[in-house]
């Protein structure tokens, strides 16, 4: 049985520590999960097995202003996971569009959903790692190493993938779509 303090036992507190990250950081990491996998169910699992490896190595987390990239990273290694085996490669596809929003607000209006809506499609049409690269650049605002630290790559291979991905999604968004358009 662990060391017994004032505070409880150090179990009582790692218990305690974690589930505080829990409660603030849950909601903004299944969103990051959503879109690198683009399907909500598949990010819930993925998030719920990459919160269960962390608790697994909270102990280990030395840096607790780096816990959500510790997370990011775990979520990335198991998404490739995922890509690698061949049962998912398979594409399904539904005339059923999932209930829900990855953060809805209630204060924007339709257009503007419908827009983010169309170009959501839009870059869920990028292969999977460069979907990836786009969605933690940009979305999760990281940088280009950590990027790259994250998804286990180059900081050269998240500028090059990067690079790609913006031309092909320059490619694919129709001008009604662009920046500055009013739907």
């Known amino acids: 049985m662990g060391a017994v303090t004032g505070r409880g036992t150090r179990a009582e507190r790692r218990d305690a520590?974690?589930?505080?990250?829990?409660t603030a950081r849950q909601p903004a990491l299944l969103?990051?999960?959503?879109?690198?996998?683009?399907d909500r169910h598949q990010a819930e699992d993925i998030l719920q097995?990459?919160?269960?490896?962390?608790?697994?190595?909270?102990?280990?987390?030395?840096d607790r202003n780096a816990t959500?990239?510790?997370?990011?990273?775990?979520?990335?290694n198991e998404i490739n996971s995922l890509w690698?085996?061949?049962?998912?490669?398979?594409?399904?596809?539904?005339?059923?569009?999932?209930?829900?929003?990855?953060h809805p607000d209630a204060h924007v209006d339709a257009s503007?959903?419908?827009?983010?809506?169309?170009?959501?499609?839009?870059?869920?049409?990028?292969?999977?790692?460069?979907r990836a690269v786009v969605v933690l650049r940009y979305y999760e605002q990281m940088s280009e190493a950590e990027t790259a630290d994250a998804l286990g790559?180059?900081?050269?291979?998240?500028?090059?993938?990067c690079s790609r991905a913006i031309a092909a999604l320059?490619?694919?968004?129709?001008a009604d779509l662009h920046p500055g358009q009013e739907s």
């Open 31 to 38: 969103r990051t999960a959503y879109l690198l996998t683009g």
């Open 153 to 161: 790559i180059s900081v050269g291979t998240v500028k090059s993938q």
């Open 17 to 22: 520590d974690f589930t505080d990250y829990l």
């Open 49 to 62: 097995t990459s919160l269960a490896k962390l608790y697994l190595a909270w102990d280990k987390v030395a």
């Open 84 to 102: 690698r085996r061949p049962w998912k490669r398979r594409e399904h596809s539904t005339d059923v569009i999932p209930e829900g929003e990855p």
């Open 170 to 174: 320059r490619d694919r968004v129709p």
């Open 112 to 130: 503007r959903r419908e827009r983010d809506g169309a170009l959501w499609e839009i870059v869920q049409s990028l292969p999977p790692k460069a």
């Open 68 to 76: 959500d990239a510790y997370v990011r990273r775990i979520m990335v």
